[in-house]
Every structure is written in C-alpha cells, then in structure tokens.
C-alpha cells in the first residue's frame, strides 16, 4: 500500500513540474516585455513574428511532412490561440463592459451599443501586445532539428537574430 502512494507521488510530481515552468516562463515574458525592448530586440523579434506568422499561425499545419512537424506546429498554434488570441479577446471583452459600465453611470440608462466597438478596439490593442510578449515561447517551440523543413526555416531566422543580437544563442 505505501509503494503504491509512493508510486501515485512520484507520478503527481512528475506531471505537475510543468506547472511551475510556466509560472516561471510567463513571470520571465511579463518581466522582459515590462523593462522594454531595445532596437536590435525589436528587430529580432519582427523576424521571429515573420516566422511563426508565415510557418504556424497562417499555415495549415496539416501539411508538414513528418509527424513531429505536425505534432510541434499544431502545439505552437494552439498556444498561439490561448496565449495571443483568446487572451487579447478576453481583454477586450473586459474593456468593452468598463466601457458599458462608464456609460451606464453617466446616461443613467443600459446600452450595450459600446460593447462590440470598444471589445474589438481593445482586441487590436492587445493582440500585438501579447504576440510581442509570447513570440520568444512560440519561436522556441519550432525547434524541431535541422533535418526537419520546419527546424531549418526556424534556424535561418535563428541565425539572422543572433546575428542582430550579436550572441551566440539567446
């Protein structure tokens, strides 16, 4: 009986570090995107965008070669909705019912004529916000090999950044 909680630990643990990483991924995102970006890391990061734009987000992920491609292309996408486009709709719903809320108060009357125009703005507001913030996560997602079409289209950007960056690897 106590191997087999031992056994139920060790196995909680084990699918439970990815909890942790992630707190700790999304508090080092927040940190960089709050001290600001200098000009050669706003290049690297438009060259990054470019990347995953053209080889995640607006390609069909279906038609990678190899399964890892897929598997790697599909989970950078899904990420990229969770983390860029539902994120940034959330918040302009958020937006959008303080702005109902701010009109109530003044007319003294219910309108909701606000909720769609102000959501949609804070959407546009706030997706490039978050793509700036996450396109790193994204970036890194991609490395799949050099053997991979989708591993060395991501390792052409990766030279050309530390290139700007004047690094090694960051």
Known sequence: NNKQ???????????????????????????????GYTEEELRASALRKKFVSDYIVHADTNLYKTQVERDWAYIAKREYNYDVKYTAMGWGFFYGNIACTINMFLTKRVTYSLLPIVGFVGYLYTKPQLYQMHNKKLFDMCNVGEQYALGAARNRVLRQCNQILDVEDF
């Open 5 to 35: 909680n031992k056994k139920k630990n060790l196995h909680f643990r084990f699918k439970a570090m990815s909890t942790p990483m992630r707190r700790r991924l999304r508090h080092m995102e927040e940190w960089e995107y709050k001290r």
